[in-house]
């Protein structure tokens, strides 16, 4: 079983910075790919980023690239998610999660990711 909690949501004015992270706990978590997804009111959930287990490839979704940095220190169990030059269109609540190596599904796809933490809340304002 692996449990993730993520920190570092808040509220902040389009053109800022706000770093996330998420703590793992499981022995699964370093050998693991891990995403990034959000989900804003009244629209489905999507990807942001993810990062296979040694960080050496990473992938973004367009509408990030060049403005998120998705990061992780296996050591301490945590993935981050450095995100720059945000815009009102990034508000939504963000969640970490654990692919399940087994899926074949897309790394991009929500489906193939088993453990999901709680998410927290990112509000830009314009």
């Known amino acids: 079983q692996v449990q993730l909690e993520e920190s570092g949501g808040g509220l902040v004015q389009a053109g800022g910075s706000l770093r996330l992270s998420c703590a793992a706990s499981?022995?699964?978590?370093?050998?693991?790919?891990m995403g990034w997804f959000r989900q804003a009111p009244g629209k489905e959930r999507e990807f942001v980023a993810a990062?296979?287990?040694?960080?050496?490839?990473?992938y973004y979704a367009d509408s990030v690239k060049d403005r998120f940095t998705i990061s992780r220190d296996n050591a301490k169990s945590t993935v981050y998610l450095q995100m720059n030059s945000l815009k009102p269109e990034d508000t939504a609540v963000y969640s970490c999660?654990?692919?399940?190596?087994?899926?074949?599904?897309?790394?991009?796809?929500?489906?193939?990711?088993?453990?999901w933490g709680q998410g927290t809340q990112v509000t830009v304002s314009s």
């Open positions: 999660a654990v692919k399940d190596p087994f899926s074949a599904a897309s790394y991009s796809h929500p489906g193939a990711y088993k453990y």
């Open positions: 499981g022995r699964t978590f370093s050998s693991s790919t």
């Open positions: 990062s296979t287990w040694s960080g050496s490839r990473t």
